[in-house]
């Protein structure tokens, strides 16, 4: 059995999935931040596995950095509207997320509690019961998710499009593709 496999056979639903945003379930604006929902693109098959992932854990938790509040470039209402609309579509889908937490804080504020830090996920663990950071996975494309991962404690997936080389960084415990192929591994069941 691979690593895995060994991982996926102990995860029930009693276990949180906490996911990051952008470069996981939608496109990356280049040097810009999705401001409205006209500006949104999934991430082929990222609903679809969220869908396929509905259930099996007890939360499903989103947690994004999403300065472009703090820069004044959209306001929090956007920002909310935008995940409202997701939501909207995930549901139809049968994909439900329990909650996203953004932060909306300058990177250059000291006392910002943006990932890496831990703030997103002790307040999540604050708000609903049994988030259990031992029976927890974070999932996000970036050096800061996986950081704020290991400042959880929880176990860390990178998605990266050269999973083998991510997989190198001591931070990372795990790599795929994208969150279908995540998902697939997860469930032994493919996504389409
Ligand atoms: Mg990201």
Not at 106 to 133: T, V
Not at 149 to 176: M, Q, S
């Amino acid at each position: 059995m691979s690593d895995f496999s060994l991982l996926a056979a102990r995860v029930d639903p009693t276990w949180t999935l906490f996911l990051d945003r952008d470069g996981v379930l939608n496109r990356h604006r280049p040097n810009d931040y999705v401001k409205n929902w006209d500006e949104w693109e999934w991430i082929t098959g990222s609903p679809a596995a969220i869908a396929r992932l509905t259930g099996r854990f007890r939360h499903i938790i989103i947690v994004t950095n999403q300065q472009g509040v703090g820069k004044g470039l959209m306001t929090e209402e956007d920002l909310v509207d935008i995940h409202t609309q997701m939501e909207l579509g995930l549901r139809g889908l049968g994909a439900v997320v329990d909650a996203v937490y953004f932060c909306s804080d300058l990177a250059s504020n000291p006392d910002n509690q943006r990932k890496p830090r831990p703030d997103m996920g002790l307040a999540a663990q604050a708000d609903f019961e049994g988030i259990d950071f031992s029976r927890s996975i974070m999932v996000g494309d970036s050096d800061s998710d996986m950081e704020f991962g290991r400042n959880l404690g929880v176990t860390t997936v990178r998605i990266h499009e050269d999973p083998e080389a991510a997989k190198e960084h001591p931070n990372v415990d795990y790599a795929f593709a994208s969150l279908a192929d995540f998902a697939s591994a997860l469930t032994g069941e493919p996504v389409l």
